[in-house]
């Protein structure tokens, strides 16, 4: 079946502009999780949900950075006045209700300019 | 605190030598531990997991991994290496009580190189 899908795989936007990075995780899966990789790291987790409702939002670095889930399927991660230090790949990764395993999409690579 | 070391950036294996990704990690109550391998502008690719049960858990292509509770560790391991193996590694761990119960907390990740 289709895995996690992210797009635009790549985004470049100037400063102080407003982005939208999408998610379509596999079907069925209720939990969906967002990640940032800057570059030589590993993945930091910022949110996610269970459902529509976001069970956990303690990695979002500011209040720049917000994410939906309206309907418990596609999640759109958002965010305001976008900075240079915003650069990095945006990774997401959804699994089922026994939230073991976490199956990753293709990130989105987002370059603040 | 919870958190997973990786302490080698790289490892260097001859192709057909065994190889060993080390891994570390602190987390509060019992682990989920997992391996992830990603490749050149890649998202990460599912390659193995700890819950519960045999210390010794297989995976996708041929790799294993070896949980020791007393060591705190998780390595990595194929008894013999492939060029296409070569890939950046990432160890991950899941607290299983608190608020850490979603999210997985990554290592730094180690660089395989593996020389035909």
């Known amino acids: 079946g289709a895995g996690v899908s992210q797009t635009p795989s790549n985004k470049v936007t100037e400063k102080g502009k407003y982005v939208e990075l999408r998610c379509d995780p596999i079907?069925?899966?209720?939990?969906l999780y967002w990640y940032r990789q800057s570059l030589g790291q590993g993945p930091e987790f910022l949110i996610y949900f269970q459902g529509t409702g976001a069970a956990d939002d303690s990695g979002l670095p500011n209040d720049r950075f917000f994410a939906v889930r309206p309907e418990g399927s596609v999640s759109t991660l958002k965010i305001q006045r976008t900075e240079r230090g915003d650069s990095a790949v945006y990774l997401c990764?959804?699994?089922?209700?026994?939230?073991?395993?976490?199956?990753f999409g293709p990130g989105t690579r987002l370059l603040v300019l | 605190a919870q958190s997973v070391a990786q302490p080698e950036d790289q490892v260097n294996v001859a192709e057909g030598n065994p190889l060993t990704v080390k891994c570390t990690y602190s987390?509060?109550?019992?682990?989920?531990l997992f391996w992830y391998v990603q490749y050149p502008n890649r998202g990460l690719q599912f390659l193995l997991k700890?819950?519960?049960?045999?210390?010794l858990v297989k995976g996708s292509y041929g790799f294993e991994a070896e949980f020791n509770k007393s060591q705190t560790s998780f390595h990595l391991k194929k008894p013999s290496a492939l060029v296409s193996d070569s890939a950046l590694y990432f160890c991950?761990?899941?607290?299983?009580?608190?608020?850490?119960?979603?999210?997985?907390?990554f290592g730094k990740g180690t660089k395989l190189s593996v020389k035909p």
């Open positions: 700890y819950i519960t049960g045999d210390n």
């Open positions: 987390v509060s109550g019992n682990p989920y």
């Open positions: 990764a959804s699994s089922s209700l026994d939230q073991e395993t976490q199956y």
């Open positions: 079907s069925g899966h209720t939990a």
């Open positions: 991950a761990v899941r607290g299983t009580y608190g608020g850490s119960q979603g999210n997985l907390i």
